[in-house]
């Protein structure tokens, strides 16, 4: 086996135990309907079923990447893992939704502990040379648990149950502690900073109060919540914190997030894009879901089934932008990810139509899964290639709350946007389809969507936009549902098209950024010199390849 085998063992114990940490983002979903039927939950703890495993997850990423750095990111992995193992099968388990909501805020913060984790190993035990193709492994792992959740989540509880959503994490981690432990170096960095506490308290609660005025504005109208408080008004009092939380660290002379960091104008721009990134992958997800299954009428594993391209080229196409990455360093592979994956939610929005199939949608999810496939990749490795080795911790935590707030800002966003072209769009054809109708109901047809609109529109498969008012004659109802149907598929079809034209630009917008960046100094060479070389804009250089082997760097491997 020999030492030149470890690090793909470590990077294969790695991305197991982030699969399943991923997975859970998006797996639980699909078994809502299950849940609240089985324990009874109003809608609105169903939500908080999957709320409160990303507020938490998503508040706690910069705290845990810092307590990696101080207590080692072997012991925050296995330790996190634990946690989120057990806090797995409490959810299994659970007998109440209240128990199932505990349970879920338990399996954040064990999610959080070990996430940004694994890019911090990644780069200790990988040779500069190589940490391209190791992004590219790792980030179609990443790709791939974040795509196959609604599918892997359907057919779960279709054939088993709800709790077999939880329960399926049990083996997985496991086996990664296990596994962890046999093959995974207790990297150190030699520095035992303390615990910024102020900074602790800032970040968590700055964070806590922006996801949840993201997560819960739609909901809330962005509107009041209790007490008279608005959305706005904690989702500014989450941005006045974090303002806060940057003026501390500042001034603390062992911040939780050194500001260094955003010295290199490659790091900054890598935190960007990793969060335009994620907002266009999940206003891609979310729409293309309702699309499949509300629209289209697929279930929920034939509609995961019609994302497969997707996922094929992105793992396909992910460890073969890495090795290029390594070859001709990042700027141009990245820049040409996002304009292809662009290309691709462009070409989805294309393509909708009420009469479309699965093989419909294939070419331009091949296109978008290959878009996807060139950035994970090239977007890690030049982020961490700028950040100083003793602060990998820290930038992790950084990269990987940007993916969060980017997902959770792409959901939101694109909700409310949704919400209001679907409006509009029914309204219009509602308009246009009433003129069949007798004159004396044509009103009242228009204004059922308008109701339907103001009140929330619920668009779960097979559930109708508007219902037939009251009263209306029995010889009309078989024409009403119809008219019904084709009001809410055609204006969801018309409504797509600017909603995803959001993605669509920041992407490209993202593209054009990447002008920005220099080409690293040892990029797409080999050997010491080109190891040894600093990373453009970096505060403190990078350590050289091997640098969990090499103590002058202060980055150690302490022996199992």
Known sequence: MGRARRPWLTLIVLCLGTFAVLLDATIVNVALPSVITDLH?????????????????????I?????????????????????FAAASALCGAAQSPGQLIAARLLQGVGAAAMTPQAMVIIQAVFPRERMGAAFGVFSSMVGLAAVSGPTLGGVLTTYLSWRWVFYVNLPIAVAGIALAYRFVPDIRTGQRPRLDLGGVLLATAGLSAVVYGVIEGQRYDWSTVKYGITIGEIIATGLVLLACFVAWERRHREPLLPMGLFRSRTFA??????????????SMLLVNSINLQSVLGMTAVRSGLTSLPLTLALTALAPF?????????GKYVLMAGLVVFAAGIAGVAVVSSTHATSLTFAPVLVVAGLGMGAIFAPLATEAMRAAPARLAGAASGV???????????????????????LATAMHLRAAADARSLPAAARPRFVEGFARAARSG??????????SPPRGTPAQLLPELRHLIRDVFTHGYITAIRPTLAISVALL????????????????????????AAPP????????????ARQPAEKVTAAPD
């Open 41 to 61: 939950a109003s809608l609105d703890q169903a939500l908080w079923v999957v709320n409160a495993y990303l507020l938490v997850f998503a508040a706690l990423l």
């Open 63 to 83: 705290v845990a990447g810092r307590l990696g750095d101080m207590f080692g990111p072997r012991r925050l992995f296995t330790t996190g893992l634990g946690l």
């Open 269 to 282: 721009i890598m935190v960007v894009l990793n969060l335009v990134v994620q907002f266009a992958l999940q």
């Open 321 to 329: 932008a890495g090795r290029l990455t390594d070859r001709l360093g």
């Open 399 to 421: 990269l990987n709350t940007g993916r969060q707030l980017g997902g959770t800002l792409g959901g939101a966003i694109t909700g409310a946007v949704l919400a209001s072209q």
């Open 457 to 466: 529109l619920q668009v779960g498969r097979g559930q109708p936009a508007a």
């Open 508 to 531: 490209l917008a993202g593209a054009a950024s990447c002008l920005l960046l220099r080409r690293h100094a040892g990029a797409g060479a080999s050997g010491p010199a080109a190891a």
């Open 536 to 547: 453009a804009g970096a505060t403190t250089a990078t350590p050289p390849a091997g640098a």
